[in-house]
């Protein structure tokens, strides 16, 4: 099992910035953040593998950044330049293995997840 915990939401204006964090209980594979809004689906924002490497969606290039601190077991999103559409739940998960590349953003993917934290942007 693993354990995440996220931090950081809160409300911002449009153009705002906030960094997110999630603790893991121990070290997963691959990790990635996801956001859900009321009468939407979830969807994957950032995700970065065991090596390292990241992907975005669309909407969130250039304005979010993943990192991560394996000696701490903590995944962080930079969200910066908000925009009213950001606002949603986000939702910090974790895989039990490998997750290709090409699928790092598949919420069905990921079998951990935290509890969510709620950023909302006004405009």
């Known amino acids: 099992q693993v354990q995440l915990v996220e931090s950081g939401g809160g409300s911002v204006q449009s153009g705002g910035a906030l960094r997110l964090s999630c603790v893991a209980s121990?070290?997963?594979?691959?990790r990635g953040w996801f956001r859900q809004a009321p009468g939407k689906e979830r969807e994957g924002v950032a995700a970065i593998d065991s090596r390292g490497n990241t992907v975005y969606a669309d909407s969130v290039k250039g304005r979010f950044t993943i990192s991560q601190d394996n000696a701490k077991n903590t995944l962080y999103l930079q969200m910066s330049s908000l925009k009213p559409e950001d606002t949603a739940t986000y939702y910090c998960?974790?895989?039990?293995?490998?997750?290709?590349?090409?699928?790092?953003?598949?919420?069905?993917?990921?079998?951990?997840w935290g509890q969510g934290t709620q950023v909302t942007v006004s405009s």
């Open positions: 998960a974790a895989s039990g293995g490998y997750i290709r590349l090409s699928d790092l953003l598949a919420p069905t993917d990921y079998i951990f």
């Open positions: 121990r070290y997963t594979y691959s």
